[in-house]
């Protein structure tokens, strides 16, 4: 009776008071009732009765609540790298979302548990993946690790099913002692160190720093490439091993001499019809992350259709607002690889005008700072230098003087524009924006300027209030 009590108000774990004249003999023989199902009952009464034989009530709850030999683990997929970390986190979160799973993951955005954000902010360090870990509801993660939060405390793990290196870029060199791209690899290296040896560290080919740590790693190998006919691919897959690459304009992931297309490039949204590289090789990592956890082909294509470049699956990266007269993007790029790859993109985009609203960080190395300036004066015919809130070090003066130069080394001759506030600079630039033209921001307030912009998006497409309109006219 008192099993079927517990069933019926869906207790696992409950305590029953029954009035009785004889325990050992149904109530409904004895005129007995039941006076209380408790939710929470306590223990002391059992374990250390009045009266009466005491009785270890706690050890079968334990038992219950943690089985011998049970795991009480969960998947962790661990994303580090120079560039792509976070849109490669997002995708693998989505691919697990769209498996059926209670999904939670980390970024420089913040933290998610499913699809919720709880916590806004640079959240790829070791305390924000604890977290995640701790939220009883979580059964997969995916946890961004950046460099910073690797040197300060480490990883939020011990061991990960999954590490993803996406590449090794000259970027926050010279902090915190790494002055090379070698020493940085050995930094990102960890998280790949971090693998299960059953698991997958799932590695760049096109990248020499990334490909080399696959040498010092005890877990399995997954390799991913731009190129099908890379050497170390075909190497990889005669012997067995797993890959991504693009082959004839296709998605294609293959274990050793099998091969199943995912889905042609240019209908994954996430590539901009294919033009945009820098979100193609993000799209390789996480097809292959999806992959290992074995998730359905089913589900990997549907969930590429519909992970769209936007402040709602990736803000801050390559958001892209159509407006009437013209075009205007958002995007994190902030270090020269960052830029190379938008250059790449920028070159397919027909456009009257383009212009850049770019800055630098402070604690960058003036070399760095003066590339940014560089690559900006090929991008663009027109550059509007902000400044991030945190100058990190420098002077805003000193960091407009490093990117003129490093610009002026390019071309002379360019309209530059110094206006320091973020919001303000998209507001000159969308005021002065001409027809056709292509409006490019490197952003760092994401969450603010994305609500900007949207904002500027939806006046734009207002209706017209006919009734002030007549009335203006007739006051004139």
Same mark, same amino acid.
């Given at each position: 009776?008192?099993?079927?009590?517990?069933?019926? *108000?869906? $207790?696992?774990?409950?305590?029953?008071?029954?009035?009785?004249?004889?325990?050992?003999?149904?109530?409904?023989?004895?005129?007995?009732?039941?006076?209380e199902v408790n939710a929470g009952p306590g223990?002391?009464?059992?374990?250390? @009765?009045?009266?009466?034989?005491?009785?270890?009530?706690?050890? @079968?709850?334990?038992?219950?609540?943690?089985?011998?030999? +049970?795991?009480?683990? %969960?998947? %962790?997929? +661990?994303?580090?790298?120079?560039?792509g970390k976070t849109t490669v986190t997002r995708l693998i979160a989505h691919f697990a979302q769209a498996a059926g799973r209670h999904t939670g993951y980390t970024t420089t955005d913040g933290i998610y548990i499913d699809g919720a954000n709880i916590c806004f902010g640079d959240?790829?360090?070791? *305390?924000?993946? +604890?977290?995640?870990?701790?939220? @009883?509801?979580?059964?997969?993660?995916?946890?961004?690790?950046a460099r910073g939060g690797i040197l300060r405390a480490g990883l939020g793990f011990d061991k990960c099913n999954i590490s993803v290196v996406t590449?090794?870029?000259?970027?926050? $060199?010279?902090?915190? #002692?790494?002055?090379?791209?070698?020493? $940085?690899?050995? *930094?990102?290296?960890?998280?790949?160190?971090?693998t299960f040896d059953h698991g997958y560290a799932i590695l760049n080919a096109d990248d020499d720093l990334v490909y080399e740590m696959k040498?010092?790693?005890?877990?399995? %190998? +997954?390799?991913?490439?731009?190129?099908?006919?890379?050497?170390?691919?075909?190497?990889?897959?005669?012997?067995?091993? &797993?890959a991504a690459f693009i082959e004839d304009d296709y998605f294609v992931v293959s274990r050793g001499g099998w091969k199943t297309r995912i889905s042609e490039v240019t209908e994954v949204p996430l590539t901009f019809?294919?033009?945009?590289?820098?979100?193609?090789?993000?799209?390789?990592?996480? &097809?292959?992350?999806?992959? *290992?956890?074995?998730?359905?082909?089913?589900? %990997?294509?549907?969930?590429?259709?519909?992970?769209?470049?936007?402040p709602e699956f990736t803000p801050g990266r390559m958001n892209l607002f159509r407006f009437k007269k013209?075009?205007?993007?958002?995007? =994190?790029?902030?270090?020269?690889?960052?830029?190379?790859?938008?250059?790449? =993109?920028?070159?397919?985009?027909?456009?009257?005008?383009?212009?850049?609203?770019?800055?630098?960080?402070?604690?960058?190395?003036?070399?760095?700072?003066?590339?940014?300036?560089?690559?900006?004066?090929?991008?663009?015919?027109?550059?509007i230098i902000r400044h991030d809130r945190d100058s990190r070090g420098r002077t805003q003066q000193e960091l407009t003087q490093f990117l003129l130069d490093g610009i002026r080394e390019i071309n002379s001759k360019i309209d530059v524009r110094i206006i320091s506030d973020e919001i303000r600079s998209i507001q000159y630039a969308i005021e002065n924006a001409k027809?056709?033209?292509?409006?490019? &921001?490197?952003?760092? #307030?994401?969450?603010?300027? $994305?609500? =900007?912009?949207?904002?500027?998006?939806?006046?734009?497409?207002?209706p017209i209030n006919l009734v002030a309109v007549t009335l203006k006219h007739m006051q004139v």
């Open positions: 009776m008192a099993e079927r009590i517990a069933r019926l *108000v869906n $207790l696992d774990i409950c305590g029953i008071d029954i009035m009785a004249e004889d325990i050992q003999i149904p109530i409904t023989e004895t005129n007995g009732a039941v006076l223990f002391r009464m059992h374990l250390s @009765p009045a009266k009466g034989i005491a009785r270890n009530v706690a050890e @079968p709850l334990l038992n219950m609540l943690y089985p011998d030999h +049970a795991s009480a683990r %969960i998947p %962790i997929v +661990a994303v580090t790298g120079t560039n959240c790829s360090g070791p *305390v924000s993946a +604890a977290t995640v870990l701790r939220d @009883p509801i979580v059964d997969f993660a995916v946890l961004e690790c590449n090794i870029n000259d970027d926050h $060199l010279g902090l915190n #002692d790494i002055e090379t791209l070698e020493q $940085l690899a050995r *930094v990102k290296a960890v998280v790949a160190q971090s040498n010092d790693l005890d877990c399995n %190998i +997954a390799l991913f490439s731009m190129d099908a006919t890379n050497t170390r691919i075909l190497k990889h897959c005669k012997e067995g091993g &797993l019809s294919g033009t945009c590289d820098l979100m193609i090789k993000n799209v390789l990592p996480a &097809l292959l992350a999806a992959s *290992v956890s074995n998730f359905s082909l089913e589900t %990997i294509t549907s969930a590429l259709k519909s992970f769209i470049p936007s013209f075009q205007l993007m958002v995007d =994190y790029a902030h270090n020269t690889d960052g830029f190379i790859q938008i250059k790449k =993109y920028l070159e397919q985009v027909n456009a009257t005008k383009k212009t850049g609203i770019i800055a630098a960080a402070g604690n960058r190395r003036v070399e760095d700072i003066k590339n940014l300036g560089r690559y900006a004066a090929q991008m663009f015919d027109k550059i027809t056709g033209e292509f409006i490019f &921001l490197c952003t760092d #307030d994401i969450q603010n300027t $994305l609500a =900007y912009v949207e904002e500027q998006k939806n006046k734009e497409n207002a």
